[in-house]
């Protein structure tokens, strides 16, 4: 995450409209403020609107996000919900309508988990548990973990989960 305003070019063109000094000088404060309250921690709590998490879970998620990349996190205000179960570990549920990826965490999940998570909704990786089909492969995992590291992340969210991967296997040659 850059730690500095800077105007994108759109928010430029607006600028460049209003001809007085002193208005200049108000809108881009106000766009600097309105920057710095999206990329708080209270901003990103905000735009989350997280309501079937407990709160310890709901500062790791949030707290996840913000260290995000900006588009990737608004992909996660789009399109992503989250949800908590007294569960290890994580699962991303894919689903065809307005916000598309369920996000299963547990309640032992670090941020690193929450991030790989992200990453497998971002890279379009599904599930389908309607039809129990579930195709995990170990390059889905190693693209999420590759992703997770890129974006700054360490923990177990960063590394495959070999056991797993095992035993989904033995499942499918049953």
Not at 50 to 57: G, N, R, S, W
Request: proline share 2%; net charge negative; aromatic share 8%.
């Amino acid at each position: 995450m850059t730690n500095e305003f800077k105007l994108t070019r759109k928010q430029q063109k607006v600028v460049d409209v209003v001809e007085n000094e002193d208005d200049k000088k108000r809108l881009i404060e106000n766009m600097r403020r309105n920057w710095e309250w999206e990329n708080s921690l209270e901003g990103v709590d905000y735009d989350l609107e997280l309501t079937a998490v407990p709160e310890d879970m709901r500062y790791t998620i949030v707290s996840a996000v913000h260290k995000l990349p900006r588009k990737i996190r608004g992909f996660v205000f789009q399109k992503v919900f989250f949800i908590s179960i007294e569960e290890k570990g994580g699962q991303c549920w894919h689903k065809q309508n307005a916000c598309p990826w369920a996000i299963v965490l547990g309640d032992k999940a670090d941020e690193s988990v929450v991030a790989h998570e992200i990453a497998h909704a971002h890279l379009g990786h599904k599930i389908n548990r309607g039809g129990m089909e579930v195709e995990i492969s170990l390059r889905q995992e190693n693209e999420a973990c590759s992703l997770t590291k890129q974006w700054g992340f360490s923990g177990c969210g960063t590394e495959v989960n070999k056991d797993l991967l095992e035993a989904i296997e033995r499942k499918k040659s049953k």
